[in-house]
């Protein structure tokens, strides 16, 4: 009997686990490029507009920004996939698939990343800002060899955070309908009680996030100053 297991995992296996990676890393692929870039951003939108060092006359747009955020945190991710499914539509002109999933993956990543990019930058040392201030130095300056420099491996270990999140979130993605290493593990592990196929893809998962935390500790290391 656990040789027919075997052979029944292996040949599901050969059939659907190189289409699940591919549809796995397609969504986190695009979800995590866009959450690099626009997390970002917000993360500094948020950071720069919050206090008097920067701009001190827009607390009414990191008031805004942050009730954005904040609201988009506050709902599961299961639901954002359904409630975004319209904008979903309109975006890829589909509702189901790795690029479809991947909108919902994107605003939740994004909003994610852009609260630890603030709190990262919320840990540079003031007196380190207000020394640059001093010598007259312009904010774009103080922006890029200041802050970025100083913020960069809690930046990183952010990264690193937002990454594994996505793991987490793209599986739980395919099973209402974005394909990846998620629906496999639901479709044959769970629904065709194919015990073998789940134990692989978790392992595959654990190894996956193992790798990537490693990664994220020795650049944020590397970083550090």
């Known amino acids: 009997m656990s040789s027919q297991l075997l052979e029944s995992t292996i040949n599901i ?6 289409k699940s990676i591919y549809e796995t890393a397609l969504m986190i692929g695009i979800s995590f490029s866009l959450s690099l870039i626009f997390g970002l951003a917000l993360g500094f939108v948020l950071y720069l507009t919050s206090g008097k060092t920067f701009f001190e006359k827009t607390i009414s747009l990191n008031k805004t920004v942050s009730a954005f955020i904040n609201i988009i945190r506050s709902i599961p991710f299961i639901i954002l996939v359904v409630f975004s499914l319209p904008l979903t539509f309109i975006l890829v002109g589909t509702k189901i698939g790795p690029i479809a999933a991947s909108v919902p993956l994107s605003i939740a990543a994004i909003v994610f990343f ?3 990019v603030e709190s990262a930058l919320k840990e540079v040392d003031a007196g380190v800002i207000e020394a640059a201030i001093a010598t007259g130095a312009s904010h774009s300056l103080i922006i890029r060899n200041v802050l970025l420099v100083e913020a960069a ?3 990183v270990r952010g990264i690193t955070i937002t990454f594994i999140n996505l793991i987490g979130c793209s599986a739980m993605a395919g099973m209402v309908g974005g394909g990846g290493i998620g629906n496999l593990a639901i479709q044959y592990g769970y629904y ?11 392992v595959v998962l654990v190894v996956i996030v193992q790798l990537a ?3 994220g500790d020795r650049i944020a290391k590397l970083l550090t100053h």
């Open 153 to 155: 491996p809690a930046i």
């Open 114 to 116: 852009a609260r630890l």
């Open 192 to 202: 065709r009680y194919e015990t073998g196929v789940m134990i692989f893809t978790i």
């Open 213 to 215: 935390q490693l990664t």
């Open 13 to 18: 296996l050969q059939n659907e686990f190189l």
